[in-house]
């Protein structure tokens, strides 16, 4: 029976190469680099492909094992980074971050990538200001995320201006959290926003400053997520109005929100696929990041606390 399976276990050099290219490209960068371009010569030359480069996926996993040398890694992990760009030649169209990038990094991948289409960070140390600057570098960009980042509105503003095909925009509670690792001060720029979406309702947590930029510039939108803002009824209108083309809102732990009435009978008129602030968070993608961003807060409090 065993001798049987071995015969009809399927060779991977056998199939298509252009299957190879769609399975490999999928991978994480350093899988390329340190495991699948070492296998064989075939794959070897798939990885040296410039095309091969077109959507590139960075995640820095030390964060997840709360390493004391984060920061060392995350500047090799910016290098495998500029690297792997670099392989693309200029025909990168998808770039995600996660756990790392600068100011720096983004500047550099923005320069040598002019075709870019999705951009995704989540936990970068990317300041508002270096966000503001490439704006104008990404003109062809219609998928955006901005996950546990520390943008601005002049920010966003300056995204919905220079980028007037973006279609996709996901923001996902943004922090205030000047929390420090292996030397490292993230996220120094303060805002007014909470951490984790708390239910508390506050008039000095209300903040409509994200909606109406997004209202007053990003008129294409199809899929907008706004996790853990603290958007009002009036952004949320402002959104409906600037936004004729949405389809898509998730408005899940924007616990400011009051979605009832005209409003909400305005949402599901206007929405297919709407999610509401208390809505279950199941399916939320980031739970593992959730989870070092608390932790990281838990730490710098018990810092501040101790001086």
Not at 244 to 250: A, I, M, Q, Y
């Amino acid at each position: 029976m065993n001798r049987d399976k071995k015969k009809t276990r399927p060779n991977w050099l056998d199939l298509p190469e252009s299957l190879t290219v769609s399975i490999l490209s999928r991978l994480e960068v350093t899988e390329i680099l340190k495991t699948a371009q070492r296998v064989c010569r075939t794959w070897h030359r798939i990885c040296k492909d410039p095309m091969m480069w077109r959507a590139i996926n960075v995640c820095d996993i030390w964060v997840y094992n709360n390493s004391t040398s984060w920061h060392k890694n995350a500047k090799k992990m910016e290098k495998i980074c500029r690297y792997a760009v670099n392989r693309g030649r200029g025909n990168v169209v998808d770039i995600s971050l996660e756990n790392l990038g600068s100011d720096g990094l983004l500047w550099d991948i923005t320069s040598r990538s002019k075709k870019i289409r999705r951009l995704r960070l989540v936990l970068p140390n990317i300041t508002h200001n270096g966000l503001s600057l490439v704006a104008s570098k990404l003109p062809l960009l219609e998928e955006l995320e901005l996950s546990y980042s520390a943008y601005t509105t002049e920010a966003l503003e300056a995204i919905g201006r220079h980028c007037p095909l973006l279609k996709s925009l996901k923001l996902n509670k943004r922090h205030d959290i000047p929390y420090v690792r292996d030397g490292c001060k993230l996220a120094q720029r303060h805002h007014h926003y909470q951490v984790f979406g708390s239910k508390k309702r506050s008039k000095g947590l209300h903040d409509d400053g994200d909606a109406l930029a997004i209202a007053g510039t990003m008129h294409c939108l199809q899929k907008l997520q706004i996790f853990g803002n603290k958007v009002t009824n009036m952004g949320l209108q402002a959104i409906l109005d600037g936004c004729p083309r949405l389809e898509s809102l998730d408005l899940r732990h924007c616990y400011n929100l009051k979605v009832e009435g005209y409003l909400e009978l305005r949402c599901l008129q206007r929405i297919k696929q709407l999610r509401l602030p208390d809505d279950s968070t199941d399916d939320y993608e980031l739970v593992s990041t959730d989870e070092i961003v608390y932790e990281l807060y838990r730490t710098s409090s018990r810092n501040r606390t101790s001086i």
